[in-house]
């Protein structure tokens, strides 16, 4: 009985329904991205809303399709109006500047190459930086 004199009041349920809260994979799925983009937005402090109970992260969908629906999308990235958060690998940043891999990774050896972050062993780049330096090698 619900809410029984006996209990106290307290009701003891068979079965609730579970948050709908989706894993990474399926966020990145339903966003159309890579997992590890995901994982790098969290990181930067952006990205959606998401929960964290110990190791385990969980989104819930409507906190996914508000983000998605703030972001702009450019190519297969969404982007945000601030251009530091997004990172782009080495090679859609040579894409991005027109000029080749080799180059790139030339100059992260020598120096006077765009600012580029390392996570784990992988280079990204932040569109900002890419057109910062792009603009400082114009020669009128």
């Not at 991005?96 to 050896?109: A, G, N, P, Q």
């Amino acid at each position: 009985m619900i809410g029984d004199s006996v209990t106290g009041g307290i009701v003891f349920g068979a079965s609730v329904d579970p948050l709908p809260l989706v894993d990474p994979t399926v966020a990145a799925v339903r966003l159309g991205l890579k997992r590890h983009t995901l994982a790098c937005y969290r990181n930067l402090g952006d990205g959606p809303a998401y929960y964290r109970f110990g190791r385990a992260i969980r989104y819930a969908p409507t906190d996914l399709d508000a983000w998605s629906a703030r972001s702009v999308v450019i190519g297969a990235l969404p982007m945000r109006p601030n251009e530091d958060l997004l990172l782009i690998d080495t090679i859609a940043a040579a894409r991005f500047l027109t000029i080749s891999i080799d180059y790139l990774k030339y100059h992260r050896v020598v120096g006077g190459g765009p600012r580029y972050r390392r996570y784990a062993r992988r280079v990204y780049y932040a569109i900002r930086d890419l057109r910062t330096w792009a603009e400082a090698q114009r020669v009128s």
